[in-house]
């Protein structure tokens, strides 16, 4: 790293991004500080520090006048994301919705028998739903193979077992509607909201 960095860092600090974006936090990186300042400061020269990026930055700060300054375009490709795969962004919502309507159904239904609570797949599928939060995913800056054959059937899966789990809840809760009382055909109609709501059904 310093090697790497030396050359890039114009000022007397480097920063070298650990436990970040793809890389797994380091359990025992205060340990490894202490041996690198043990027995590669004294070759080196150089302190090892654990420090955020914006501690980084205001130590630069401090040797701002040999900092170049660039007008460049940092980022110049998919700069769409916004507008694009937008079958990405659709499908997120709709399966955010989904999941809360049939938590919320589950919950209900659960009042009556406690065991009929999925846990276990609910748990599964946010989990699955979160993974779309990621800032290559949701918006859409992926490769293609990935969009098709990763992405777009993790959403699809989410949604197709989330639709289940609600229409397994709300068919258990219907039955228990008592209409005995009612003459001619019954419509039980459920909302999913949290306020009441007027409509088409």
Known sequence: YVEQLADVSP???????????????????IEYMDHWNEMQYPETG????????????????FQGNRVPELEVDIAPYWMGFFGSRVELKKLHREASYLLMQAEKFATLESLYDPASYPKAELRDLWEKLAWSNHHDYLPGTSPDKVYREEQLPLLQEVIRRGRMLMDTAIRNLTARVDTAARSGETLVVWNALSHPRNGLV
Not at 48 to 57: D, I, Q, S
């Open 11 to 29: 000022t007397d600090y480097m920063f070298v991004p650990v436990g970040c974006d793809f890389a797994m936090p380091k359990p025992r990186l």
């Open 46 to 61: 150089v302190w090892a520090v654990a420090a955020t990026l914006e501690e980084f930055a205001r130590l630069v700060e």
